[in-house]
């Protein structure tokens, strides 16, 4: 697929993509015409790069850990630092409150949608 269709089914601006591509997360064919062409993986490729940008990892990080994401797994870190590796700790370690916080956030509205629906006085 050509950047235009990535991009529309990933709602990522296409300067974004060929930034991503600049950095090594996604890797694109050139046709004969020049133009790139992606192939249907990276469609879930940008989604799972936005997924982790959006937790706050920045692309040099990322570009680490998409390895783990693909199967089967090819884990390379030669060059792990005790930093990133704190880094990636901390960030864990976030996105777990992120996560308790919005499963506690998801069962209050289901609560209370329940009540509204099925409590006294429903259906009036």
């Known amino acids: ?24 997360l996604i ?12 192939d249907e993986a990276t469609v879930d490729r940008v989604v799972q790069i936005r997924g982790l940008l959006d937790a ?24 792990a630092t005790p930093e990133m590796i704190a880094t990636l700790e901390h960030e864990r370690d976030r996105m777990t409150r992120r996560i308790t916080c919005l499963a506690r956030n998801r069962d209050a509205i289901s609560e209370y949608l329940e009540a509204v629906v099925n409590g006294p006085g429903a259906g009036r």
Do not use: W
Request: charged fraction near 30%; aromatic fraction near 8%; glycine fraction near 6%.
């Open 1 to 24: 697929m050509r950047i235009g269709e990535l991009s529309e089914r990933t709602e990522t601006p296409r300067r974004l993509l060929r930034y991503y591509e600049e950095q090594g």
């Open 27 to 38: 890797v694109s064919n050139r046709c004969a015409n020049g133009y790139r062409d992606y």
């Open 56 to 79: 706050g990892l920045p692309t040099r990080i990322i570009k680490q850990i998409l390895p783990c994401l693909d199967k089967p797994r090819a884990i390379h870190f030669p060059d």
